[in-house]
T-cell receptor, first 115, second 109 residues
């Protein structure tokens, strides 16, 4: 176990709805990243939060947004859900020390199905 | 060109054999390199990290990095059926981690 937790485990939504996914980082970690993993693909970077600010973003539209809280937990919000948003959403946490050796650890993921 | 490419699978090896997994990356600015294992329906689990050229061994696993060739590999010695999973290569450049699509490994008892 990595100490990174995510909720909920599974979620079913319909097209056009909005969803919020949650992540608690491992103790001592100050950085959270979110990934989308479609079936048969590798994880795709959505964005990263460090000290409550977004400090990196992948090629995802603005309807994907997030927050990081003072306790370093995080939320991923997706608005106007589309069928292609169906995927495993992964949260990863790490302690950013400024070193290139910073390693991230994944939570168990949230499986989102959009009907 | 994809940031990270992995050798196409699936890969099947008999129990006790050496499994070899390969990965290339496109950006010479990539700073650190990782191998994750992912069982079906589960999240990726870190196996190895490597940061400098050469080999790094951890138990039955050996990661190899060649920055000049932009190449990372993972060797699994004495493969076990429990090693059957998808192996993801990831590279880190500044903030972002880039993942390959993964190589599916099956170890046949």
């Amino acid at each position: 176990e990595t100490g990174v937790t995510q909720s909920p485990t599974h979620l079913i939504k319909t097209r056009g709805q909005q969803v919020t996914l949650r992540c608690s980082s491992q103790s001592g970690h100050n950085t959270v990243s979110w990934y989308q993993q479609a079936l048969g693909q590798g994880p795709q970077f959505i964005f990263q939060y460090y000290r409550e600010e977004e400090n990196g973003r992948g090629n995802f539209p603005p309807r994907f947004s997030g927050l990081q809280f003072p306790n370093y937990s995080s939320e991923l919000n997706v608005n106007a859900l589309e069928l292609d948003d169906s995927a495993l959403y992964l949260c990863a946490s790490k302690k950013t020390s400024g070193s290139s050796t910073d390693t991230q650890y994944f939570g168990p993921g949230t499986r989102l199905t959009v009907l | 060109q994809k940031e990270v490419e992995q050798n196409s699978g699936p890969l099947s090896v008999p129990e006790g054999a050496i499994a070899s997994l390969n990965c290339t990356y496109s950006d010479r600015g990539s700073q650190s390199f990782f191998w994750y294992r992912q069982y079906s329906g589960k999240s990726p689990e870190l196996i190895m990290s490597i940061y400098s050229n050469g080999d790094k061994e951890d138990g039955r696993f050996t990661a190899q990095l060649n920055k000049a060739s932009q190449y990372v590999s993972l060797l699994i010695r004495d493969s076990q059926p429990s090693d059957s999973a998808t192996y993801l290569c990831a590279v880190n450049r500044y903030v972002q981690f880039y993942f390959g699509t993964g190589t599916s490994l099956t170890v046949i008892p």
